[in-house]
């Protein structure tokens, strides 16, 4: 596994993340089984939906008698916990799409349960019975309600996702209330949606994104990841085939680039971590307005970037057209100053772009160290 995480750098729930794709859930298919068998091409896979409550478990069983699949347990708590224990033993992160009346569902759960799996509240489910119970995309319109359900799991110290769907709110505004309220993780379906939404997530808050809907070709996925994505997921299209097609794709990748899912130039239409890679302020270009929308002046933007390569090679650089690494572009761009220097210092390019990310996550904890006083929650 440490083999995996030098690949991608990638945890979840404090767990190394194997690939950077995940199962998501369908109701009545994927359970501990289902992913186990396809176990060697994902990182993560997130178990259910499992409905956890009276009202949630009835409009199961509406949805059943219209002929959709649905998971059933005598006591859920136990069929909840029976599955995630399959699953141990696996290079799996477990996940656990869970959907609930009530932020109490939620918390009985968690303390019946425990730090087992990453808890997924599920904001996604579309099925009328669902809404009428409280649950699935009700949740979409009634943010207090979501947000009461993540501190309510949060305070039991646990990692908690959130499964939604594009087209009901503003989903950078939810983005950050979720950030606010304690949430470590967006799971979105974009449905009709392109990578734009993804960019605007990452542009919006520090958590963890996991792009959902029809990410089962090389191009959709790398797309996503080069807008922001840390993850995707699969459904549907979860065959092994496809799976392993993809999990071999972006591991050659990253080995060849050194940064799986690198940004975007910002020029390009890349999301904030590609101030890592922009140049001085000093024409008129994108950077000057996305500076301003984030409210950081030249001087703190160049400050930034010198202290966060202090004492790491990106300082060096002298023959680079601004004098240091810090201000040079991505790999993919030809340079022959930049490539002249990376030799000079015995530095590989993907080493370079190791360095770069650790530049871009200097950047972005700038941008995000803390919850703006106005978001609401």
Same mark, same amino acid.
């Given at each position: 596994m440490m083999e995996a995480y030098e690949r991608f750098e990638l945890l979840m729930n404090q767990q190394i993340v194997r690939t950077p794709i995940a199962l998501a859930s369908m109701a009545g298919m994927v359970d501990a089984a289902y992913a186990l068998e396809r176990g060697g091409h994902i990182g993560a896979a997130f178990l259910g939906g499992f409905s956890i &409550?009276?009202?949630?478990?009835?409009?199961?069983h509406d949805l059943a008698e219209a002929g959709r699949a649905e998971f059933f347990f005598p006591d859920p708590i136990e069929g909840i916990r029976a599955e995630v224990l399959k699953l141990k033993g696996s @290079?799996?992160?477990? +996940?656990?799409? #869970?959907?609930?009346?009530? =932020? =109490?569902?939620?918390? $009985?759960l968690a303390d019946e349960l425990g730090d087992i799996a990453v808890y997924e509240i599920d904001a996604h489910c579309r099925q #009328?019975?669902?809404i009428k119970a409280g649950a699935g995309e009700h949740l979409l319109t009634h943010h207090h309600d979501l947000c009461s359900i993540v501190k309510a799991l949060k305070k039991f110290d646990i990692c908690v996702s959130v499964k939604l769907r594009t087209g009901h709110t503003d989903e950078? %505004? #939810?983005?950050?209330?979720?950030?606010? =309220? +304690?949430?470590?993780?967006i799971h979105i379906d974009l449905m009709d949606e392109g990578y734009q939404k993804i960019r605007q997530i990452r542009n919006s808050c520090p958590l963890q994104i996991i792009a959902n809907n029809s990410m089962h070709s090389y191009d *959709? $996925?790398?797309?996503?990841?080069?807008?922001?994505? @840390? #993850?995707?997921?699969? %459904?549907?299209k979860a065959d092994l085939h496809?799976?392993?097609? !993809?999990?071999?794709?972006? *591991? *050659?990748?990253? &080995?060849?680039?050194g940064w799986y899912n690198a940004p975007k130039q910002l020029c390009r239409g890349g999301d904030l971590r590609a101030l890592a890679f922009c140049c001085m302020p000093v024409k008129e270009c994108p950077l000057l307005p996305v500076l301003k929308?984030?409210?950081?002046? *030249?001087?703190?933007? $160049?400050? !930034?970037? /010198? /202290?966060?390569? !202090?004492?790491?090679?990106?300082?060096?650089?002298?023959?680079?057209?601004f004098g240091s690494l810090a201000w040079c572009c991505k790999t993919s761009t030809p340079c022959m100053f930049r490539d002249m220097t990376l030799k000079n210092l015995n530095i590989q390019k993907t080493e370079y772009m190791k360095y770069k990310r650790r !530049?871009?996550?200097?950047?972005?904890?700038?941008?995000f160290h803390e919850v703006p006083a106005d978001i609401p929650c």
């Open positions: &409550d009276e009202e949630t478990v009835l409009a199961s @290079d799996i992160v477990p +996940g656990i799409n #869970l959907r609930g009346s009530s =932020a =109490a569902s939620f918390e $009985v #009328l019975p669902m950078r %505004a #939810l983005a950050k209330t979720l950030w606010k =309220a +304690g949430a470590d993780i *959709r $996925v790398m797309e996503q990841f080069s807008h922001g994505a @840390d #993850l995707v997921s699969v %459904a549907r496809t799976l392993k097609g !993809l999990d071999a794709a972006i *591991r *050659r990748y990253a &080995d060849e680039t929308g984030i409210d950081m002046g *030249r001087e703190s933007y $160049v400050h !930034l970037k /010198q /202290q966060s390569v !202090l004492n790491t090679p990106l300082q060096e650089g002298a023959h680079t057209c !530049l871009a996550e200097k950047i972005m904890e700038e941008i």
